[in-house]
Nanobody, 121 residues
Framework: HVQLVESGGGSVEAGGSLRLSCVAS????????MGWFRQAPGKEREGVAT???????TYADSVKGRFTISRDNAKNTLYLQMNSLKPEDTAMHYC????????????????WGQGTQVTVS
């Protein structure tokens, strides 16, 4: 039974940085595609960044060059480094496990985290 716990959200001014973390337990996740998604009020949830077990990454156009997704398989932890934050990045950010097919629009997601709020003013 996989559990995902996110942390690292908060409130920052535009141009600032945050690093989100997602610790997975109950499974060794080194082969599964994982990712970060976000949902702003009144909008649909959207893919932000994903990373496959082999390390291949994908990013939404809106965050390319500003966000970096990474994983530490030894620690079962997924990260999202967010730089040059903009007000439009304000959203609840969710960690997701086992994306199939791998990428920003999977048809199946094995597990969601509870979410961590990012607010940029």
């Amino acid at each position: 039974h996989v559990q995902l716990v996110e942390s690292g959200g908060g409130s920052v001014e535009a141009g600032g940085s945050l690093r989100l973390s997602c610790v997975a337990s109950g499974y060794t996740f080194d082969k599964n595609c994982m990712g970060w998604f976000r949902q702003a009020p009144g909008k649909e949830r959207e893919g932000v960044a994903t990373i496959e077990g082999i390390g291949r990454t994908t990013y939404a156009d809106s965050v390319k060059g500003r966000f970096t997704i990474s994983r530490d398989n030894a620690k079962n932890t997924l990260y999202l480094q967010m730089n040059s934050l903009k007000p439009e990045d304000t959203a609840m950010h969710y960690c997701a496990f086992d994306l199939r097919p791998p990428g920003l629009k999977p048809r199946y997601i094995g597990r969601w985290g509870q979410g961590t709020q990012v607010t940029v003013s």
